[in-house]
Nanobody, 128 residues
Framework: QVHVVESGGGLVQAGGSLRLSCAAS????????MGWFRQAPGREREFVAT????????YYADSVKGRFTISRDNAKNTVILQMNSLKPEDTAVYYC?????????????????????WGQGTQVTVSS
């Protein structure tokens, strides 16, 4: 079992920045896929970013590319989402997700079903 906890959400004005942290415990997660999703009211949970296998293997949703950066520290089983140039449409509950099963180079792991463990979510609100 893996326990996942997010932190760092809050209220920010458009154009501002926030840094989300995700800490996972229970198993070693060396380079297993760890990703971020978000869900706005009335909408489905959508992919934001993921990282696995190496620091270079990262994928982003088109809507956040160039503004958000995902990074990780395997020694601490943590993943960070740095969010810059925030927009009101980024408002959502942000979830950290961990896949602890086989993974394959070239896969995107950009759907919720690709992940096994989830955090409780952290609210991000961007005011206009």
């Amino acid at each position: 079992q893996v326990h996942v906890v997010e932190s760092g959400g809050g209220l920010v004005q458009a154009g501002g920045s926030l840094r989300l942290s995700c800490a996972a415990s229970g198993r070693s997660l060396n380079w297993y896929p760890m990703g971020w999703f978000r869900q706005a009211p009335g909408r489905e949970r959508e992919f934001v970013a993921t990282n696995y296998e190496s620091r270079a293997r990262t994928y982003y949703a088109d809507s956040v590319k160039g503004r958000f950066t995902i990074s990780r520290d395997n020694a601490k089983n943590t993943v960070i989402l740095q969010m810059n140039s925030l927009k009101p449409e980024d408002t959502a509950v942000y979830y950290c997700a961990v896949r602890h099963g086989p993974y394959y180079s070239g896969s995107y792991y950009n759907t919720p079903k690709d992940y096994d463990f989830w955090g409780q979510g952290t609210q991000v609100t961007v005011s206009s």
